[in-house]
């Protein structure tokens, strides 16, 4: 079965500084990774996904994620960070043959300093 | 292009009493899914369901909860008896099924049980 550790249960940067979430999954096959975003009170928001091809992915709102196989990784990093990204990051893994069902990692709470 | 819409947003209740979510996916969208968010956590899977067929409900408490998918559109989750731990947000997302495809989220109903 797989599985996603955030090891950042917080992280506080300020405005303007660069940012970079950890994730780190367990799968035995070639895994489906994506990053959602949840602001307070709101549903998930899809920033990124990869699927296979080139290790670096663009997403929305500035965001980019890198898969590193031999490290079981894929950080979310963002070059400067705005106070509107203030919101929980969930990393997710999905696994091929098995539809869309997607293993949440536990988030990791991102605060900005003005 | 409407989002997947849940409802309530907010519903407190009594432990005993019973309790029923509602979920209607973006049109088109094939798969339905119920997570299940506990406070500080990530999404965890209740139900998939693939049109009107639920095709992984291995994690849902089935002795207190139900679901249903009927015509393979809407669907409804519920609840009965609440318990003090079903204190939660109740998470319905859609995708248009196949692998990896993405799931968008509703923004959730919170399940408050006193």
């Not at chain 1, 500084?17 to 899809?46: D, I, K, M």
């Not at chain 1, 929980?88 to 991102?110: D, I, K, P, S």
């Not at chain 2, 968010?37 to 209740?46: A, R, S």
């Not at chain 2, 731990?85 to 319905?92: F, H, I, K, P, R």
Request: proline share 5%.
């Amino acid at each position: 079965a797989q599985s996603v550790t955030q090891p950042d249960i917080h992280i506080t940067v300020s405005e303007g500084a660069s940012l970079e979430l950890r994730c780190n999954y367990s799968y035995g096959a070639t895994p489906y990774l994506f990053w959602y975003v949840q602001s307070p009170g709101q549903g998930l928001q899809l920033l990124l996904k990869y699927f296979s091809g080139d290790t670096l992915v663009q997403g929305i709102k500035g965001f980019e994620a890198e898969f590193k196989r031999s490290q079981s990784s894929f950080n979310l990093r963002k070059p400067s960070v705005h106070w509107s990204d203030a919101a929980e990051y969930f990393c997710a893994v999905g696994a091929m043959g098995a539809g869309n069902m997607l293993t949440f990692g536990g988030g990791t709470r991102l605060m900005v300093k003005p | 292009e409407a989002g997947v819409v849940q409802s309530p947003r907010y519903k407190i209740i009594e432990k005993k009493q019973p309790v029923a979510f509602w979920c209607n996916p973006i049109s088109g969208h094939n798969t339905l899914y119920w997570y299940l968010q506990n406070l500080g956590q990530g999404p965890e899977l209740l139900i998939r369901y693939e049109n009107e067929e639920a095709v992984d409900d291995s994690q849902l408490p089935k002795d207190r909860f139900s679901a249903e998918r009927l015509k393979g559109v809407d669907s409804t989750l519920k609840i009965q008896p609440a318990e003090l731990g079903d204190s939660a947000v109740y998470l319905c997302a859609s995708s248009l099924g196949g692998l990896a495809g993405e799931l968008f989220f509703g923004e959730g109903s919170r399940l408050t049980v006193l």
